[in-house]
Every structure is written in structure tokens, then in C-alpha cells.
């Protein structure tokens, strides 16, 4: 049974952490901008992502205060120069950015307060934030005004023109590795996520066809019991299902195969090996164990 929402018929403070639950994680934006008095304000936004490679351009929204149907420093300052910078937040910063996202006076420095250290841009003049791996320097396109009351967002277009990458998250190919650069990500309520170690996923799938499709998979895999959805959709998603033929003279000399071809509940043991070995990282083996049958 599913809870029902309708917007508009509970409060917006509750909505907007349904949607953050939901919508998660996120990516945080942490971004540094300065006044008309050259006073900088540094803040973090969830509501962010990248949109376009070329040209490069990054959207986050600085939304209205839910209390008091106020807009942010951040906005202000932006709407006044047109340009920010969008630094990333990794594990080693993530308490420094909840800092900034305390509501201090615009005569405060976040950067202060959080013990960060501002550092010269190279063509904006709001600063990066040293401690931050990634740092991209923007000029704001446009800004998108969706609603006056609280909780409204304004979507800010922002077109990257210089980017700075620690050397220290990059691998031996020049990439970003994802459990060197260390990133976190929003949910709802209090709640983070850290992106690495475990929780990053290598799941490789090929964008073109052919793959096997769904359907195209033997009907005993499309109505098993025993391997999950996650594994039939990995099935799926391969280039090429094997033939028994293809299969039998490697797996002859699997004993754990043998056995399970030879019970008395043979589709049973055959779906059970092939999840265990599924999940020991042997998937290619896996589906050979179950075009075996």
C-alpha cells in the first residue's frame, strides 16, 4: 500500500522533505559568490546537477525560505555580478559546509566561521574554496524564477568556463576516482551519504544494441524465484545468451554444477548455484550455469 500525496493539501515544509527523501542523494553544490562590497558569502545547495557537457553547464536552485518567504544571500549576489563559483564537498569538508549553512548576516563570512580558506579565481572574482577538490568557476546565464511564495526556487544557469581538480583524486588514466575524491551526497532530513569504499558500484552496461532483452531470456530465469530482479536485468542487458553447447564442456568440469544438475530439483539447485555464484562476482559463469539447462 502507497501513501498518497497531493501538493498543495499538506504543508510545504513536509513536501519538501518528502520530495528530499525521495529525490536522493544529491550532489552538493558549495557555492562562494561575492557582493557589490566585495564581501563574499559561501553556502551549499542540493538542489543541483549538471545538465550539458558542451556547452558545460551546472543548475542549482537557491530556494525561497519556507519561513518567512525570504531569498538568500547567495541569490542576491548572484543576480549582482552574474558570476559564482560551484566547489564540490567531500568527506573531509562535509562538517565545515553544514557550518555554512547556518543563516549568519551578510556582513559575516561563512569562510570565517567555517575555518575555509577563499583562494583566487582565474576568471570570476568570487574565490574557491582551497579545501575543496573540484572547483568550477562559472558565469550565470540566466536565472529561472519558478514561484513568489515559500519554497519557491530560483533555477540559476550556470556555464562553467574554468574548472580546478586536484591532481591528488585523479587514477593513473587522469580520471577522477571516485574513493580518492571522496564526495558526499544530501538526502533528507539530516541524513548523507558517502561516496565511496562500499558504496560505489562499478555496473557497466552497453549502450548499444544488440543485448539480450528480457524477453529474450529463458522463461525459467524471467520467472525465478530465487534470482533477484537485479541479476535477471543484468542478464538482460548482455550482448550474447550462450547456447547449451557453447556452455557444456566448460561447466563439465564444475563439480558444484554436476551436483545440481543431478538433484532431484535440479531448475532449483542450477538457480540457486547461479545466484551464489552471481553474487561472488562470477556473472559471466553465472549465466552460463543457467543457459545450461
Not at 558545460?56 to 547567495?74: A, C, M, Q, W, Y
Not at 553474487?279 to 550455469?289: F, R
Request: glycine share 6%.
Amino acid at each position: 500500500m502507497k501513501k498518497i500525496i497531493i501538493p498543495g493539501t499538506i504543508p510545504t515544509g513536509e513536501l519538501h522533505q518528502y520530495l528530499l527523501g525521495s529525490v536522493a542523494p544529491r550532489p552538493i553544490a558549495f557555492v562562494s559568490t561575492i557582493d557589490e562590497f566585495g564581501r563574499t558569502n559561501l553556502a551549499p545547495y542540493s538542489f543541483f546537477n549538471a545538465f550539458s557537457s558542451n556547452p558545460p553547464i551546472l543548475v542549482f536552485s537557491s530556494n525561497r525560505r519556507v519561513e518567512g518567504n525570504t531569498t538568500k544571500d547567495t541569490l542576491h549576489n548572484i543576480m549582482a555580478s552574474k558570476e559564482c563559483v560551484i566547489n564540490v564537498v567531500n568527506y573531509e569538508i562535509v562538517r565545515q559546509m553544514m557550518v555554512c549553512s547556518v543563516d549568519f548576516p551578510n556582513d559575516i563570512s561563512e569562510f570565517e566561521e567555517a575555518g575555509l580558506t577563499p583562494t583566487k579565481a582565474q576568471m570570476v572574482k568570487a574565490p574557491l574554496v582551497l579545501e575543496s577538490p573540484v572547483n568550477m568557476e562559472c558565469k550565470v546565464e540566466q536565472i529561472i524564477t519558478l514561484g513568489d511564495q515559500g519554497g519557491a526556487g530560483h533555477l540559476i544557469i550556470c556555464h562553467v568556463v574554468c574548472m580546478h581538480i586536484n591532481e591528488s583524486v585523479l587514477d593513473e588514466n587522469d580520471k577522477i576516482d571516485p574513493h580518492k575524491i571522496d564526495l558526499m551526497g544530501r538526502m533528507g532530513r539530516a541524513f548523507y551519504v558517502r561516496a565511496s569504499g562500499e558504496a560505489v558500484l562499478t555496473l557497466p552496461q552497453s549502450q548499444h544494441l544488440p543485448i539480450v532483452g528480457y524477453q529474450n531470456l529463458p522463461e525459467h530465469i524471467r520467472l525465478s524465484q530465487i534470482l533477484t530482479a537485479n541479476m535477471i536485468g543484468y542478464l538482460s542487458g548482455m550482448k550474447h545468451w550462450y547456447t547449451k553447447e557453447e556452455v557444456l564442456n566448460e561447466l563439465n568440469e564444475m563439480q558444484d554444477w554436476k551436483k545440481a544438475m543431478n538433484s532431484q530439483d535440479r531448475m532449483t539447485e542450477i538457480h540457486v548455484l547461479a545466484a551464489k555464484i552471481f553474487n561472488q562476482g562470477h556473472v559471466e559463469l553465472s549465466a552460463k550455469i543457467l543457459a545450461s539447462v
